[in-house]
């Protein structure tokens, strides 16, 4: 399958932070997601990316998609408690079938008071 | 508005026991999905329907079935339950092709 790299695994922020993570792959995607999983739920969609170089915001959060078309960056700026949790990115690559979506292992989001 | 149900949410089984998972989606999509997640392993897809009757194995398919009966359906079976899997296991719709997908709550499994 596909390789996708997302880092940081987890991060010990301070509230009111910015924050930033990435997610590379080993080939070019198509669709870039980055999805936001709270505790004892399932993942939701944040941000979804259509174009190499797109960069769209949803709130405090803004995401990017690379122009090499095999990297994706989410920011969170201000960051506050509520933001806990776990974020995925997800990237569909060209060519990919039904099951093409890939999932990052994610990054765990820890804000500390 | 109830998107993506998924029943049960909790249950423990022995060894050797089987189970049903069910899940549910209102949104007409017709791309359906069973994942499981596992600490440090993120989602991974067990299996994937892209229409009513329609299914096909995904990357860790083994020791699962799934049926797709009605398209608002998707079933995830287990016929004799390992403590490997163990497991919190999520269900997924989108409405065409594989892009945004969206998730049901889980439903998280012990296998003693």
């Known amino acids: 399958g596909q390789q996708l790299n997302q880092s940081p695994q987890s991060m010990f922020i301070q509230e009111g932070e910015d924050v930033s993570m990435n997610c590379t792959s080993s080939s070019i995607f198509n669709t870039w997601l980055w999805y936001k999983q709270d505790p004892g739920e399932g993942p939701v969609l944040l941000i979804a990316l259509y174009k190499a170089g797109e960069l769209t915001s949803n709130g405090r959060l803004t995401a990017q998609f690379g122009i090499t078309r095999k990297d994706s960056f989410l920011n969170i700026s201000a960051s506050i408690p509520s933001d806990v949790g776990i974020y995925f990115c997800a990237g569909q690559y060209s060519g990919g079938g039904a099951d093409g979506l890939t999932f990052g292992k994610g990054t765990h989001l820890i804000i500390q008071p | 508005n109830a998107g993506v149900t998924q029943t049960p949410k909790f249950r423990v089984l022995k060894t050797g026991q089987s189970m049903t998972l069910l899940c549910a989606q209102d949104?007409?999509?017709?791309?359906m999905y069973w994942y499981r997640q596992d600490p440090g392993m993120g989602l991974r897809l067990i299996h994937y329907?892209?229409?009513?009757?329609?299914?096909a194995k995904g990357e860790v398919p083994d020791g699962y079935n799934v049926s797709r009966l009605k398209k608002q359906n998707f079933l995830l079976g287990l016929e004799s339950a390992a403590p490997s899997q163990t497991s919190v296991y999520f269900c997924?719709?989108?409405?065409?092709?594989?892009?945004?997908?969206?998730f049901g709550a889980g439903t998280r499994l012990s296998v003693l």
């Open positions: 949104m007409n999509h017709e791309y």
């Open positions: 329907s892209v229409g009513e009757g329609t299914t």
């Open positions: 997924a719709s989108s409405y065409l092709g594989p892009n945004i997908q969206y």
